[in-house]
Structure formats: C-alpha cells, structure tokens
C-alpha cells in the first residue's frame, strides 16, 4: 500500500485525461472524416458549459467520444461559440475541411465557419 496524496492523484489524473485526448486527436485524424455535436450543460455551480463530442469512422465503426469542455459566459453568442471550438480545432491541428457535419443542439447549423 502506497499513500497517494492529493497532488499525486491530481497530476495522475491530468496525465490520463491528456492520454485520452492525443488518442481521440490521432484517432479523428487517421479516420479523414469527422463530425461534431456541441451542446450546452449546466455544472454544479450552476455555469453553463459547452460540451462537444466528435464522431469519426475507425476499424470500419463509428465511434463518438468526448472532445471538450469550455465554459460559457452568460450571454454567448454563436461566434463566441465557433471561436471557442475553432481555437481548440486549430490547437490541435484538426482540418475544418475534413469536418463533414456540425450539429448543436439536435439541430444542424451549418457549415463550418459560415
């Protein structure tokens, strides 16, 4: 029996979800096609927060995984939406070109960055 302490399991914590994420990027990139689902939830604290999942074709399966959280002010509009997943897509060298389909909410809203 080791004793973790609070750091510990933190840090280990942060280096799984990062582990997650680069496979889920690799995976979205290998795949060619991907799509994705933005949603708004609310947390404990009662602060909305933007959910995205993607969903890509590998091992001839569709898989859908989580990609991201952000917060949300108040008042946010559609764009401040966009920029928020753009900057992520941008961060990790995702292609807009590649992305066939954006849907928010259960309904479609276009083409990406129209």
């Known amino acids: 029996m080791v004793p973790l302490s609070?750091?510990?399991i933190k840090w280990r914590t942060q280096e799984l979800s990062e582990d997650?994420?680069?496979?889920t990027i690799?995976?979205?990139?290998?795949s060619g096609k991907f799509s994705?689902?933005?949603?708004?939830?609310?947390d404990i604290g009662n602060d909305a927060q933007l959910m995205v999942?993607?969903?890509?074709?590998?091992a001839n399966y569709y898989e859908e995984r989580f990609l991201l959280c952000r917060g949300l002010a108040k008042n946010?509009?559609?764009e401040q939406i966009f920029n928020k997943?753009?900057?992520?897509?941008?961060e990790h060298q995702l292609e807009w070109s590649v992305c066939v389909s954006v849907c928010a909410n259960g309904a479609p809203s276009?083409?990406?960055?129209?």
Not at 26 to 30: H, M, N, P
Not at 36 to 42: H, K, P, S, V, Y
Not at 53 to 58: A, D, G, M, P, T
């Open 53 to 58: 999942f993607v969903r890509y074709v590998e």
């Open 76 to 78: 946010t509009t559609g």
């Open 110 to 114: 276009g083409a990406p960055g129209k």
């Open 6 to 8: 609070n750091n510990t």
């Open 26 to 30: 690799a995976s979205v990139k290998q």
């Open 36 to 42: 994705l689902q933005l949603d708004e939830t609310t």
């Open 20 to 23: 997650v994420l680069q496979q």
């Open 85 to 90: 997943v753009n900057s992520f897509i941008k």
